[in-house]
């Protein structure tokens, strides 16, 4: 599975962005998905995950009440809103998916996007 993350750009601290992650095949509706970020200089870190049939969502505390993910099964998509975005928001967001897995963990995700590029100024 050929995953495809866009939407990012720069955007003015307060500002909302949403991420697109699309498949190349529909098997990715039957898979978890996960976003993560990596800023210069640090670890790749997880942001938020939903489950295969949409039951679960989890977030990290950074995200949570500010980001939302959600799913379009027909065009094979996740999504991330994020509001009220600040400067730490800023680095390269990653999506990824499993068959399996919807941890907290990047070494959890077999398929992996090339990342999007957020920039929140301050």
């Known amino acids: 599975v050929q995953l495809q993350a866009s939407g990012g750009g720069l955007v003015q601290a307060g500002g909302s962005l949403t991420l697109s992650c699309a498949a190349s095949d529909r098997i990715f509706n039957t898979y978890a998905v996960g976003w993560f970020r990596q800023a210069p200089g640090k670890e790749r870190e997880f942001v938020a995950s939903?489950?295969?049939?949409?039951?679960?969502?989890n977030y990290a505390n950074s995200a949570e009440g500010r980001f939302t993910i959600s799913r379009d099964i027909p065009k094979s998509s996740v999504y991330l809103r994020m509001n009220s975005l600040k400067p730490d928001d800023t680095a390269l967001y990653y999506c990824?998916?499993?068959?399996?897995?919807?941890?907290?963990?990047?070494?959890?995700?077999?398929?992996w996007g090339q990342g999007t590029l957020v920039t929140v100024s301050s």
């Open positions: 990824a998916a499993d068959h399996w897995n919807s941890g907290t963990s990047p070494a959890e995700y077999q398929y």
């Open positions: 939903i489950t295969w049939n949409d039951r679960t969502t």
